[in-house]
């Protein structure tokens, strides 16, 4: 089946820094999703991003589908930014693959 | 609008117990997944319903796990008997899509149920 990788696993950073997490994936894909897990487990819905660029507040997100990488990057880091970012892939058969995640620690 | 809807949120049962999870989508979305997230670990697939049919549960214990969604909305997972490596988060999700092909297929996710099996 296809093999999702993401990096750093973990990320530690001062309150204020800018990230970029990268998610590679070994084939085609349909649909990539990038998660938010919370300290309490939700995990919430960043962005829905097969191909292309796109931006919502102090995140963004690009996939360049034809060499299978997605990239999720934070600016402007904040406290509440903490916790587990996954990234997950669809084949197109609705079902998604995720990624290890990384773990990011925002220090005030 | 509101979100996917889990209960219980934690579950403590011994091994041999039986146990389910009971899950509502979001209004009007027709696929329903059940996922397995354990400590350190991304979630994955258990179980995907479309309206009250299964399309996939070939990653799905079936000794042990079963799932139903009889009426096309809610959905229940139930464990039986439960073992140690059980314990995990049981999280469930939705998306709108109609069916393969479908271009609309994002999928939202709920709270989770933190299963603990002693």
Same mark, same amino acid.
């Given at each position: 089946g296809i093999q999702v990788e993401q990096s750093p696993p973990d990320l530690i950073l001062q309150e204020g820094a800018n990230s970029t997490l990268r998610c590679n994936f070994s084939d085609s894909v349909n649909n990539l999703q990038w998660f938010h897990q919370n300290p309490w487990g939700q995990l919430i819905n960043l962005f829905y991003i097969p191909s292309g660029t796109k931006q919502n507040g102090r995140l963004s997100a690009t996939t360049v589908a034809t060499e299978r990488y997605s990239l999720l990057y934070i600016s402007s880091?904040?406290?509440?930014?903490s916790g587990v970012y996954f990234c997950a892939v669809d084949q197109g058969a609705q079902k998604l693959v995720f990624g290890q995640g990384t773990r990011l620690t925002i220090n005030p | 609008e509101a979100g996917v809807a889990q209960s219980p949120r934690y579950k403590i049962i011994e091994k041999r117990q039986s146990v389910a999870f009971w899950c509502n989508p979001i209004s009007g979305h027709a696929t329903l997944y059940w996922y397995q997230q354990i400590l350190g670990q991304g979630p994955k697939l258990l179980i995907q319903f479309q309206n009250n049919g /299964? /399309?996939?549960?070939?990653?799905?214990?079936k000794d042990r796990f079963s799932a139903e969604r009889l009426k096309g909305v809610d959905s229940t997972l139930k464990i039986q008997?439960?073992?140690?490596?059980?314990?995990a988060v049981y999280l469930c999700a939705s998306s709108l899509?109609? %069916?393969? %092909?479908?271009?609309?297929?994002e999928q939202f996710f709920g709270p989770g149920t933190r299963l603990t099996v002693l």
């Open positions: 880091s904040q406290t509440t930014d | /299964v /399309v996939d549960d070939s990653q799905l214990p008997p439960a073992k140690l490596e059980d314990s899509s109609s %069916g393969r %092909g479908s271009s609309y297929n």
